[in-house]
């Protein structure tokens, strides 16, 4: 059921989006690969706390919700726009996973500094590429390594190059860039020296 319920909405979701000419009312949804990819590395690092910057309509938040079921009590996930919370909120409601996922409508960058006495060991960040660097001191302290996976890091190569370089230069952090979808960033703690 949740199935057919994610490809009718990625659907509808593309057809959407090719009429809109605003870009804040697409959707923008992650593809149907990434979503398989991201409850896949989900499984298998079964993280605890997990946080997801860019909530649009719920679509990837869905992939995430569900994913999580026997490990991790709740999906945190954050946006910017208060109809792209009420879009997930509905969405999330007729699949039933409202209940798994905690939605907050506020800038990201502002939701990371508050976030003082939280830690998260899988993040999914797909929002305003070009804030990613000003967000990475509050994000790494947020973050308990943990998994970080970064959308877009081959559809917005230039956009994504300065957080790129940022993570290459951290000396305890190891990061691939693997081509599924729009390009999938993966961030991890070193596990070897
Ligand atoms: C690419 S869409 C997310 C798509 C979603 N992850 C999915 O696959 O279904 C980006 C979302 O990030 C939100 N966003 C952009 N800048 C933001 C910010 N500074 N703080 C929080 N959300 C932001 C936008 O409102 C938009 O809904």
């Known amino acids: 059921m949740i199935d ?8 509808t979701g593309v057809d959407h989006d090719s009429v809109q000419t605003d870009r804040s009312s697409k959707v923008l ?10 409850a896949l590395l989900l499984q298998e690092a079964k993280p605890r706390s997990i946080l997801e910057i860019g909530t649009s309509n719920g679509y990837s938040t869905i992939w995430l919700a569900r994913a ?3 490990f991790a009590s709740n999906v945190v996930s954050v946006d910017a726009l208060a109809e792209k919370t009420k879009l997930a909120k509905s969405n999330l409601t007729k699949v039933g996973l409202i209940d798994s996922v905690t939605l907050f409508t506020m800038d990201a960058g502002a939701y990371l500094k508050e976030a003082d006495n939280q830690s998260f060991d899988f993040v999914f960040l797909d929002a305003s590429r070009s804030d990613y660097v000003h967000w990475w001191r509050d994000l790494r302290r947020i973050m308990d390594w943990g998994i970080l996976v970064v959308d877009n890091a081959l ?7 300065s957080f790129v370089s940022l993570i290459r230069s951290q000396p305890e952090l190891d990061h691939v860039v693997l081509p599924i979808g729009k390009g999938q960033l993966i961030v991890t703690g070193k596990h070897y020296k």
């Open 4 to 11: 057919a319920f994610l490809k009718t909405l990625y659907e």
């Open 155 to 161: 559809s917005h190569k230039d956009e994504m190059h």
């Open 29 to 38: 949804n992650i593809t149907p690969e990434t979503g398989a990819f991201l």
């Open 68 to 70: 999580r079921a026997s």
